[in-house]
């Protein structure tokens, strides 16, 4: 049973989440404040500090919350497109990537934006939840290995060492055995998907350049996949 002093802290968090995440959107990370977020919460500082010890670990707090949240919604598209061929559900789970910072930019840029000054987050906090949806991706192109749709073998443009040793030590970390070419294209999938997102969301194509941004993020993820099989010329099933 939940005790009266956890469920006190687990509102006084929620609430500075919650608060938080509107400070994230009005000043931007490296403008948040925790004597501005208690403000609004409406205690002292000196209580608010027993939940929240500073600035650094109201970022954590955050990141771990925005992780989770992108993630959860990958996770629910994927299932969602349970029963579909894996290519479809590599692209329900980018597009689901896509939505998710495209609804929450703020939040986004707090996970791949530029560089909080003075903050680095901790791996043992931040670790797993920020690796949910990379961890996504690789089981879903495991799955195509399975299947025979994505070549376990060399490849035209072979990963060379040292690449070809980190993208083993990568497979060997999240079980996946095959060949480096099936991570070196695992890993352009990544890129895609974070690099097509990011672009839009950080208004780096213009504004008028692309009338439907979300057609072309689709188009590229499309030949990603295509590389994947290894049929460079032909979209997925």
Same mark, same amino acid.
């Given at each position: 049973m939940t005790s009266t002093r956890a469920r006190r802290r687990e509102e006084v968090e929620a609430r500075v989440l919650e608060i938080g995440r509107v400070h994230l959107a009005a000043h931007g990370a490296a403008g948040l404040s925790? +004597?501005?977020?208690?403000?609004? @919460? /409406?205690?002292? #500082?000196?209580?608010?500090? +027993?939940?929240?010890?500073?600035? %650094?670990?109201?970022l954590t707090l955050l990141l771990v919350d925005a992780y989770g949240?992108?993630?959860?919604?990958? %996770?629910?598209? *994927?299932?969602?497109? #349970?029963?579909?061929?894996?290519?479809? +559900?590599v692209l329900a789970a980018a597009h689901a990537f896509r939505q998710w910072a495209v609804r929450e930019p703020s939040r986004y840029a707090l996970l791949y934006g530029s560089p909080v000054p003075g903050?680095?987050?901790?791996?043992?906090?931040?670790?797993? &939840? /920020?690796? +949910?949806v990379i961890a996504r991706l690789l089981e879903l192109v495991g799955e195509g290995v399975t299947?025979? %749709? *994505?070549? %376990?073998?060399?490849? &035209?443009?072979? &990963? &060379?060492?040292?690449?070809?040793g980190d993208l083993r030590?990568? /497979?060997a970390e999240v079980g996946m055995s095959g060949h480096p070419a099936v991570l070196s294209r695992a890993l352009l999938l990544w890129s895609t998907v974070v690099?097509?997102? #990011?672009?839009? *969301?950080?208004?780096?194509? /213009?504004?008028?350049?692309? #009338?439907d941004p979300a057609q072309a993020y689709d188009q590229q993820l499309r030949m990603v996949l295509a590389? @994947?099989?290894g049929r460079l010329s032909s979209a997925p099933d």
């Open positions: 925790l +004597r501005a977020i208690t403000r609004d @919460l /409406g205690m002292v #500082s000196s209580a608010v500090y +027993r939940y929240v010890a500073n600035r %650094d670990e109201l949240a992108q993630a959860d919604a990958v %996770d629910a598209a *994927v299932a969602a497109a #349970s029963g579909q061929p894996w290519t479809q +559900r903050y680095a987050a901790p791996p043992e906090a931040t670790m797993e &939840p /920020g690796t +949910r299947a025979g %749709d *994505v070549p %376990d073998r060399p490849a &035209p443009h072979d &990963p &060379p060492e040292p690449l070809a030590a990568v /497979g690099g097509g997102t #990011s672009l839009e *969301v950080f208004g780096q194509y /213009g504004a008028d350049t692309l #009338s590389v @994947l099989r």
